[in-house]
T-cell receptor
């Protein structure tokens, strides 16, 4: 089990550019989550998917943010156009979900550190 | 709605001393409770979880937590701190009994261990 894989680990871009973050969840996991972590706001849930379908995107800060999950093994989070205030660490996590028990924990990737200048 | 409060954004202890990280929750249904640890430049990892089988839960690296329903608490302890325990610790709650599976995380507590 390779765990949740995120790429890139670091991304530095200029304001206005498009940024795409990638995630490969653990095989067999039904739920996929995107989180953002900053010192000011802590860990924020942006969106989550169940069986590749977006369930709740109420945490997505603006229309500049979008997320897709075209299949069970891949998801992207896109920011277009990017702004300096988007600088944060973005985490992807996956889990078996409540169908296997409400105690199914989340498995996190190592994150993408985004810096927008 | 569920919520989590972690008292103290930073806790500082000496190596070998007792570690106590506090977590209080609110939930309208029986909760599932978790502690996660985050080392620098890494994602969160599960430390331990409470699932109603036992009120005292043992996790990895010598940590344990006790579920106290009357106090709505799930504090994390370790008898003797090690330098390698320095990290950020997050408490999280999910609602059982048909409630929301999606966990709510606390703001985290940074554990500092002095030599």
């Amino acid at each position: 089990d390779a765990g949740v894989i995120q790429s890139p680990r670091h991304e530095v871009t200029e304001m206005g550019q498009e940024v795409t973050l990638r995630c490969k969840p653990i095989s067999g996991h039904d739920y996929l989550f995107w989180y953002r972590q900053t010192m000011m706001r802590g860990l924020e849930l942006l969106i989550y998917f169940n069986n590749n379908v977006p369930i709740d995107d109420s945490g997505m800060p603006e229309d500049r943010f979008s997320a897709k999950m075209p299949n069970a093994s891949f998801s992207t989070l896109k920011i277009q156009p990017s702004e300096p205030r988007d600088s944060a660490v973005y985490f992807c996590a996956s889990s078996l979900g409540p169908g296997r028990g409400y105690n199914s924990p989340l498995h996190f990737g190592n994150g993408t550190r985004l810096t927008v200048t | 709605a569920q919520s989590v409060t972690q008292l103290g954004s930073h806790v500082s202890v000496s190596e070998g001393a007792l570690v106590l990280l506090r977590c209080n929750y609110s939930s309208s249904v029986p909760p599932y409770l978790f502690w996660y640890v985050q080392y620098p430049n890494q994602g969160l990892q599960l430390l331990l979880k409470y699932t109603s089988a036992a009120t005292l839960v043992k996790g990895i690296n010598g940590f344990e937590a006790e579920f106290k329903k009357s106090e709505t608490s799930f504090h994390l302890t370790k008898p003797s701190a090690h330098m390698s325990d320095a990290a950020e610790y997050f408490c999280a709650v999910s609602e059982g009994g048909g409630g929301s599976y999606i966990p709510t995380f606390g703001r985290g507590t940074s554990l500092i261990v002095h030599p």
